[in-house]
């Protein structure tokens, strides 16, 4: 009776540990969309092909701060600063930020590719660079015992008559 007790409970506990597998993130990895972004939104041209993926209300935005930015240039207070003005470069950064994540959110830009962390079916890149080490690891191993086997030098004869010493070490 213990024993049949002793079996659902490490049962029951199997099934709500689950199986240890390596922790696969569940959200996208957007490593490659963030390489492609630019530097910069506000001085990108408009004929850069990654003003396609902006979403219509942030492309305005843009459009609308590029404006002021020129209008900006033409008062006073621009020249007499040498610049723009502290609010100016914040609302820079803040654009500059609201196109980032349009872009990076743009359905076609992540579809590119769905999975960038896999290589495979089941494994991600580390992992399958690890299974392919390890895999030329063995096989460079049992090379070196083939060509052992080959020139007969992997044990002594047995056909010696007399006493073979023993060279793996056991007597």
Do not use: H
Not at 42 to 69: C, E, V
Not at 128 to 141: C, I, K, Q
């Amino acid at each position: 009776m213990k024993s049949i007790a002793l079996a659902v409970s490490v049962a029951i506990l199997a099934i709500g540990v689950g199986c240890q597998t390596p922790n696969q993130t569940n959200s996208v990895p957007l490593q490659k969309v963030q390489n492609d972004l630019p530097p910069d939104w506000i001085t990108l041209k408009d004929s850069d092909a990654r003003m396609a993926y902006l979403d219509p209300a942030t492309r305005q935005a843009l459009f609308n701060f590029r404006k002021s930015l020129i209008a900006e240039q033409k008062t006073p207070a621009y020249e007499s600063a040498g610049g723009y003005s502290n609010a100016t470069y914040a609302r820079m950064k803040q654009v500059n930020e609201q196109c980032s994540n349009s872009y990076c959110a743009n359905a076609v830009v992540i579809g590119r590719d769905l999975s960038p962390e896999l290589a495979g079916e089941g494994l991600s890149v580390n992992e399958a660079y690890m299974n392919s080490a390890v895999v030329g690891d063995v096989d460079l191993r049992e090379a070196q015992d083939d060509w052992a086997r080959f020139w007969l030098m992997n044990k002594p004869s047995s056909l010696s008559p007399y006493p073979i010493v023993n060279t793996g070490g056991r007597p």
